[in-house]
């Protein structure tokens, strides 16, 4: 074979195990071949189900080729790879925990303790590695925007109530959105109130919960609105969340703040709340909270 006049090189193919394979020797060492995918091909009457190039031809740099083999030629060019120009900042490096800790970013709001990074939570219930309503809902002290929110909750194991009188709370971000939460475990009520809903927005897609008393998972992904200096809507909230590893919304749009009475409805504020956990008059049961601010990569673009 011979390539471009500023690349030669030696091709040797042959058949094996039914398919076109072969080496290149470009001066350095003999490598088998693999095709790439970015090689544009043209082939006259060779039987091929499948053709390799190699590494080497990407390597070389190779612009183009032909290759004879008897009276059967295969030609091929290499293109040019796409690249987006954009200098994007390097990602912060993140450790996962192990089992069910937190990764090394997470802000802890709730790590089996105590409840000191919460306002009202006075009465609260702190005992085994969780906190139990009583005596009002808590707010916590601390304010995000957009992030990412892991929470277990449990509902009471003996069942009392039905629909929504049985094993009810929220969570609500920035202590006006809420995503609900509820013993739904055959448990029938309106559906864009049951467990897993963006309450009274849009049902969850599925129902996933697990059976009373059970612990259950909320991993959710907030996008908090955004409004102009004058208070107007400039973009819309999203939810996305897993229950129980299983998603129940997916990029949800948040119409308002959530309200028992009325419509969804948006009232200007900042960019930055608090979240809430809400007492409905059930001994609901929280444990392992914690957030991660979900952070913006900062990017060079070229100019055009």
Known sequence: MTCCKRYPSRLSITWFRNRLAGFANSGFRQTALAINPVLKL?????PIKMLYFCDWLRAARLTAAVVTIGVAAVSF????????????????????GEGMAPPSDAIVLFDGTDLSEWDGAQNWI???????????????????????????????EKVE???????????????????QVLDSFE?????????????????????????????QVYDAVFTAPRFDEQGNLLRPGYLTAF????????????????KWDVPPTYSPHGERGPFSLQDHGNPMRFRNIWVREIPELTAKRPAK
């Open 161 to 179: 109530g039905h629909g929504q009188g049985r094993g009810n709370s929220g969570v609500f971000f920035m202590g006006r959105y809420e995503l």
């Open 77 to 96: 060019s290499l293109a040019d790879e796409w690249k987006s120009g954009i200098e994007w900042q390097t990602p912060p490096v993140v450790t996962p």
């Open 243 to 258: 229950h129980n590893g299983v998603l129940v919304q997916n990029h949800t749009e948040i119409l308002g703040d959530t």
């Open 187 to 215: 448990n029938p009520t309106y559906v864009d109130g049951q467990a897993g809903s963006l309450y009274k927005t849009k049902p969850p897609l599925v129902n996933a919960s697990r059976k009373p008393g059970e612990w």
């Open 42 to 46: 043209s082939l006259a009457w060779i």
């Open 126 to 156: 702190v005992r085994d590695g969780y906190a139990q309503v009583n005596g009002g809902s808590i707010t916590s002290k601390q304010h995000f925007g957009d992030c990412q929110l892991h929470i277990e909750w449990a509902t009471p």
